[in-house]
């Protein structure tokens, strides 16, 4: 299985990374997208993909980092320096964050558009998005760049029934994590029951929301994303193997990836 969404460059998975990835194996998880979350951060990544043959990684500045990346410049020489290097499979993560009020949703949304103006340059990269609690601006952000829905793969989703519609009508993809195992998100789980199979991604957002049965295990570990499949399937009344193997199939689309 593929865990399409982790931060194996997080110190808790980092400093015992051989082990996260032997148990990973064990569980059948044999490859996954280590996520750049801002320029030093993507660049490590990338360097563990160039180690490790199951790992890939992204390019990107998250939402919550963008103060951190205040020069342009400096933000458009990475994506353009790792953009085309081979196991670089996609931009971001990128996008907009209302939950906290640090960074201002100004500083946000300029990174945000740094990246999209960058976007037209890697037209064969996927764009993965971080949305929390800002839907409808930010998807009015991805219309007015014109870049296709369909290179869009909204991550970590955590809203409503309702927002899952305006993400598909618009054509991108929804990943979904641990988040649609807890009992306190049900909005999550019925969105996840409208969301066509074959627009559906599976990961763990590791180190963080590991799934039920394990959600007070920390930290959360790529090993745990069959977990998150197992509750989708059968939510959705589908056979697990069937299940995870849509998914996958998905995830070597949308990203590229070699088929195993």
Same mark, same amino acid.
């Given at each position: 299985? $593929?865990?399409?969404?982790?931060?194996?460059? =997080?110190?808790?998975?980092?400093?015992?990374?051989?082990?996260?990835?032997?148990?990973?194996?064990?569980?059948?998880?044999?490859?996954? $997208?280590?996520?750049?979350?801002?320029?030093?951060?993507?660049? /490590?990544?990338?360097?563990?993909?160039?180690? =490790?043959?199951?790992? =890939?990684?992204? !390019?990107?500045?998250?939402? @919550?980092?963008?103060?951190?990346?205040?020069? #342009?410049?400096?933000?458009? !020489?990475?994506?353009?320096? /790792?953009?085309?290097?081979?196991?670089? $499979?996609?931009?971001?993560?990128?996008?907009?964050? +209302?939950? =906290?009020?640090?960074?201002?949703?100004?500083?946000?949304?300029?990174?945000?558009?740094?990246? /999209?103006? /960058?976007?037209?340059?890697?037209?064969?990269?996927?764009?993965? *998005?971080?949305?929390?609690?800002?839907?409808?601006? *930010?998807?009015?952000?991805?219309?007015?760049?014109?870049?296709?829905?369909?290179?869009?793969?909204?991550?970590?989703?955590?809203?409503?029934? %309702?927002?899952?519609?305006?993400?598909?009508?618009?054509?991108?993809?929804?990943?979904?994590?641990?988040?649609?195992?807890? +009992?306190?998100?049900?909005?999550?789980?019925? !969105? !996840? +029951? *409208?969301?066509?199979?074959?627009?559906?991604?599976?990961?763990?957002?590791?180190?963080?929301?590991?799934?039920?049965?394990?959600?007070?295990? #920390?930290?959360?570990?790529?090993?745990?994303?069959?977990?998150?499949?197992?509750?989708?399937?059968?939510?959705?009344? *589908?056979?697990?193997?069937?299940? $995870?193997?849509?998914?996958? %199939?998905?995830?070597?689309?949308?990203?590229? @990836?070699?088929?195993?």
């Amino acid at each position: 299985m $593929i865990d399409t969404h982790c931060h194996l460059t =997080y110190e808790p998975l980092l400093d015992q990374l051989d082990a996260v990835l032997r148990r990973a194996a064990g569980m059948g998880v044999d490859r996954m $997208i280590s996520v750049g979350t801002s320029p030093a951060d993507a660049r /490590l990544a990338a360097e563990l993909a160039e180690k =490790y043959p199951h790992v =890939y990684a992204t !390019a990107g500045v998250h939402p @919550l980092h963008a103060d951190e990346s205040p020069d #342009r410049a400096a933000v458009e !020489a990475c994506v353009r320096e /790792l953009g085309g290097e081979k196991k670089i $499979i996609a931009l971001g993560e990128m996008g907009l964050d +209302k939950h =906290y009020t640090e960074p201002p949703i100004e500083i946000q949304r300029r990174a945000l558009d740094w990246q /999209l103006a /960058l976007a037209g340059e890697f037209p064969d990269l996927p764009i993965v *998005i971080h949305n929390r609690k800002a839907t409808d601006e *930010i998807l009015g952000v991805l219309r007015a760049s014109n870049l296709p829905g369909e290179r869009f793969v909204f991550h970590c989703f955590t809203g409503t029934p %309702a927002e899952a519609e305006a993400i598909l009508a618009f054509g991108a993809a929804i990943g979904f994590t641990g988040i649609v195992t807890f +009992k306190n998100a049900p909005e999550v789980a019925e !969105a !996840a +029951k *409208i969301v066509p199979l074959d627009r559906m991604l599976c990961e763990t957002d590791s180190p963080y929301l590991t799934p039920e049965p394990h959600r007070k295990v #920390r930290p959360n570990e790529p090993c745990y994303v069959p977990f998150v499949a197992k509750f989708l399937a059968g939510l959705r009344g *589908i056979d697990q193997a069937q299940f $995870i193997a849509a998914v996958d %199939a998905n995830a070597q689309r949308i990203f590229r @990836l070699p088929t195993r």
